[in-house]
Structures are given as C-alpha cells and as structure tokens.
T-cell receptor, first 113, second 112 residues
C-alpha cells in the first residue's frame, strides 16, 4: 500500500529538548515536504526536498532543520523547541508528473511546554 | 505571489443540504487546482483536481470547476451527509514545480 508514515503521532516535550519527527514514504517520490498546520493559517511549508541531499527552506523554516540522506526518509529536527512550535505537523510526498499530487502522512501533534 | 483564498468557516449544514465552499486563487502561470479533505484525526487526502480551464473535477458527489475568467474553483455538493463533516482545503500547484499553496481550510459540520 502506498503511504507516508510519521512518528511519533503525539509528542509532549519541554522547551529546549531536541527532538526528531521521522517521515518515510514507499512511493519512490523525489519531492518531499514538511508542513505545519495552525488554526486559521492552513498549511504552511517548513522545508522541502527535491531529491537526496537537496533541501530548501519553505515559508516558515526558523527553528527547524531537515535532512535527506535517503530518498524514502525525510526527518524533521527541532534542535531547541519552543512553545511557538506547538502545532500539528504533516509530512508529504509528491508524485512526479503533470498533476503534482501530494500524499500526506497522518500528522504529528507536538506540544512544547 | 501564488496564493489561495477560501471562505472562512465554520460551515454548519443539515443533512441533505446543498454545499458551496468558495475558493479563489492568484497565480503566475497556469496552475493545477485541488481540493483536499481532512477528516478528524487524519492527514489530508486528495478529494478532486483539475488541471486546466473549464475542467471539472469530481469525486464522492463533490464537484469543482476550474474557472479561469473568475480565478475560482468553488467546491459544491448537492446533498451533504453527516460523514462529509471534515475540513476542506483548496490548493494550487504550478505545473513546472512541486510548490503547493493551500488555503486556510474550511471546517464543515453536517448535522443529522
């Protein structure tokens, strides 16, 4: 089954404690993204990756890092989380071709105290 | 820049009512247009799409027509069900890149 998986689904942490949210896709897509979803703001792109070892900033990259060492994995790293990073995070993988359809993971709800 | 504006919610309807959620866009070039749906506790799923002017996307009784003259892609359904309760996102993507822009989302609640 084609899918995007994320872990953990829920996480409560404290300010300054480094964390990583993993993302993996099994569709051999080159393009992957991370979004955060906040009420009234929709989805905002944090980082994206066009291919292995190729990453770039989205609209709201401050406080986040990513890496793309393998095509299937695209982890999101918060080196020093702060309360304003409390949000719902989605990883997405995009099919190549004309439609650019995005496939989303189930989401990670992060709370930073 | 490229952006999507959709009607603010929440929208509350009775079962079998007619649904319209408005979406307009601004884009340089010729975007593909999408509606995504997010059910409670889940990620976004593609509901329907259209890639050129006058195309109509349809799925599960929902429809949206790509109107270039009004830069719109309004979502409609003739008779909503309780199971349609979800958040709906309008989105665009330019065909020469993978950058997708989302609207703020519209929460729909359908009451029996």
């Amino acid at each position: 089954e084609a899918q995007v998986t994320q872990n953990p689904r829920y996480l409560i942490t404290v300010t300054g404690k480094k964390l990583t949210v993993t993302c993996s896709q099994n569709m051999n897509h080159e393009y992957m993204s991370w979004y955060r979803q906040d009420p009234g703001l929709g989805l905002r792109q944090i980082y994206y990756s066009m291919n292995v070892e190729v990453t770039d900033k989205g609209d709201v990259p401050e406080g986040y890092k990513v890496s793309r060492k393998e095509k299937r994995n695209f982890p999101l790293i918060l080196e020093s989380p702060s309360p304003n990073q409390t949000s719902l995070y989605f990883c997405a993988s995009t099919s190549t071709g004309f439609y650019n359809e995005q496939f989303f993971g189930p989401g990670t709800r992060l709370t930073v105290l | 820049g490229n952006s999507v504006t959709q009607m603010e919610g929440p929208v509350t309807l009775s079962e079998e009512a007619f649904l319209t959620i408005n979406c307009t866009y601004t884009a340089t070039g010729y975007p593909s247009l999408f509606w995504y749906v997010q059910y409670p506790g889940e990620g976004l799923q593609l509901l329907l799409k259209a890639t050129k002017a006058d195309d109509k996307g349809s799925n599960k009784g929902f429809e949206a027509t790509y109107r270039k003259e009004t830069t719109s892609f309004h979502l409609e359904k003739g008779s909503v069900q309780v199971s349609d309760s979800a958040v709906y996102f309008c989105a665009l993507s330019l065909t020469n890149n993978n950058d997708m822009r989302f609207g703020a989302g519209t929460r729909l609640t359908v009451k029996p």
